[in-house]
């Protein structure tokens, strides 16, 4: 398939004509052909429009042909072979080994949802039947069904080309939850965009689905990007960057005369606690694999270790000895845009010249657009006193606080903003301390995980990935995962309605053969 620089509305592909952009290899900043051509505000209304238009179709499409649809996607982005592969990779910086998993996370995605479609749970169909005869008031027949929200703008990722981009989490769950998708494409991967929507146009071509499921707009500018937020027939919107992008997003939404949810990743420093026990008795093996967290991609993942927490100490110093030692060795590493890498450089810097942190640890030095990892040391004093100190640098760089002893250090967890993550690492000498902190990261965080780092996430059922603000906008929602379709979704009440007009989901002969909920109680489907 070849690139041509071409947007994609509705069924209709087609270069833009408000101004260019090009893809940059991400190892020398070189400019890659062809020139994409950006949305007009009349792009993007048509856009809009047929998103609307598709909405009302689309989600009364049958859940099999919903997930065939899902499938199909997969299927088409398979079908791309190294083209996309090669593209990606020269436009990331990122090695074939990543853009192959994250192809496969992103074919994953979408064919766990279509299971997620044809179990039908999403639904959550309830049926309060009629009591007429009930003292003193008869009750009404009640029945409740969940529906998509509308036409959802999704914003491609810079870290993601993939799994947090075109097709991938947020595109995956909106369509499940049978909302059309308008995406954005991130100016740093744009023929990998291109690509990727040609394959999912293809799909719904091909499945039949209505036109306007789908399109794909490039944005030389805010312009396109704010107006696609403002636009009053997009319900929702699913986002992952910055926290300076993602509030902007969110003042837009909610000055609209209509506001919507605005579900943005954001900013997470993912804190890292080493208990005594584990510290003493795995500090070494400890300190060198959270050098390899800490560089995995450059250290370009929101869930990077930004923070390590313990009490000083020996065995401290152990991990730190272990870590720096690493970390020394570990070499420069091709960052995504020259943006992001200039963005991480000037954070490093400006931690290095604080007055109350030392360096400990660099990586080997690069070139231009290579990030050096960097590793920080602060007392639990200083980090309180100087808040800056929480500012996350999306890199390979991390600061270990030194506690005086524990009661200081649920001080700093305290202090903590919103994370995504939060690892613990625990003997069983460290049970009782670990269970006194856990209530506190349950406050703070949308994952807790023992013994590891939060570098790795599992895409399955119960996973969260999301947390209390500004981890993410809302942090009672996910974005991997298959709860992650509930951010789409909003219930409808039907209250006396003739069977032959309620939706399948809810008539008496439950046609879709769903688990509901009958006057409260889980049932399963006859026969």
Not at 173 to 195: F, I, M, N, Q, R
Not at 203 to 216: K, W, Y
Not at 374 to 381: D, E, H, M, N, Y
């Amino acid at each position: 398939m070849t690139i041509l620089g071409e947007q994609i509305i509705g069924h209709a592909v087609a270069k833009g004509t408000n101004g260019e952009l090009k893809g940059l290899d991400a190892a020398t900043g070189q400019a890659i052909e062809p020139a994409f051509g950006g949305a007009s505000l009349a792009d993007l209304d048509r856009a809009c429009a047929l998103a609307d238009e598709a909405f009302d179709a689309y989600r009364e499409t049958s859940l099999e042909a919903r997930a065939a649809f899902l499938e199909a996607i997969a299927d088409e982005i398979l079908a791309l072979g190294d083209e996309l592969i090669e593209r990606c990779c020269q436009e990331s910086g990122l090695p074939r080994p990543r853009i192959e998993g994250e192809r496969g996370r992103t074919m994953g995605q979408l064919k766990m949802f279509a299971g997620v479609l044809r179990d039908g749970g999403f639904l959550d169909a309830r049926v309060d039947p009629a009591m007429p005869d009930r003292k003193p008031m008869a009750r009404v027949d009640l029945r409740l069904r969940n529906i998509g929200l509308g036409p959802v703008a999704v914003f491609g990722a810079s870290n993601f080309p993939l799994a947090f981009s075109v097709a991938g989490g947020d595109t995956a769950s909106a369509l499940a939850a049978g909302c059309p998708v308008v995406a954005k494409a991130h100016s740093a991967h744009p023929g990998t965009s291109e690509l990727v929507g040609r394959a999912v146009l293809k799909a719904a071509q091909r499945c039949g689905m209505p036109e306007g499921v789908f399109s794909l707009l490039f944005g030389t500018g805010r312009e396109i990007g704010q107006g696609l937020v403002a636009d009053h027939r997009i319900k929702a919107v699913g986002f992952t960057g910055s926290r300076a992008g993602g509030t902007a997003l969110m003042k837009v939404a909610a000055a609209r005369p209509e506001p919507i949810p605005v579900y943005a990743e954001m900013s997470s420093i993912n804190p890292v606690i080493l208990f005594p026990a584990a510290l003493a008795a795995h500090a070494a093996a400890t300190g060198k694999a959270f050098a390899g967290s800490l560089t995995l991609g450059a250290g370009q993942f929101c869930t990077n270790p930004g923070l390590v927490l313990a009490v000083e100490g020996p065995d401290l110093d152990a991990f730190v000895a272990a870590a720096s030692e690493a970390l020394s060795a570990m070499p420069a590493a091709v960052m995504l845009t020259p943006g992001i890498h200039k963005a991480y450089a000037d954070g490093v810097a400006a931690i290095e010249s604080h007055d109350a942190v030392k360096t400990v640890a660099k990586g080997q030095a690069g070139g231009e657009l290579r990030g050096q990892a960097a590793l920080f040391r602060v007392s639990a004093t200083d980090f309180l006193a100087h808040p800056e100190l929480q500012d996350e640098v999306f890199g390979a760089a991390s600061i270990v606080i030194a506690c005086r002893d524990e009661a200081e250090l649920h001080k700093v967890v305290r202090s903590l903003e919103g994370q995504l993550t939060a690892a613990i690492h625990i003997e069983e000498g460290d049970h009782e301390a670990a269970k006194a902190m856990l209530p506190l990261l349950e406050r703070k965080v949308g994952r807790i995980l023992v013994n590891g780092f939060g570098t790795g996430v599992e895409v399955g059922h119960a996973m969260v990935h999301g947390g209390p603000y500004p981890s993410t906008a809302d942090g009672r929602s996910t974005s991997v995962g298959s709860k992650a379709i509930e951010r789409f979704l909003r219930p409808v009440s039907y209250q006396d309605v003739p069977d032959a007009l309620l939706p399948d989901a809810l008539k008496d002969a439950n046609p879709l053969g769903l688990w509901r909920r009958h006057d409260g109680k889980l049932v399963a489907p006859k026969g």
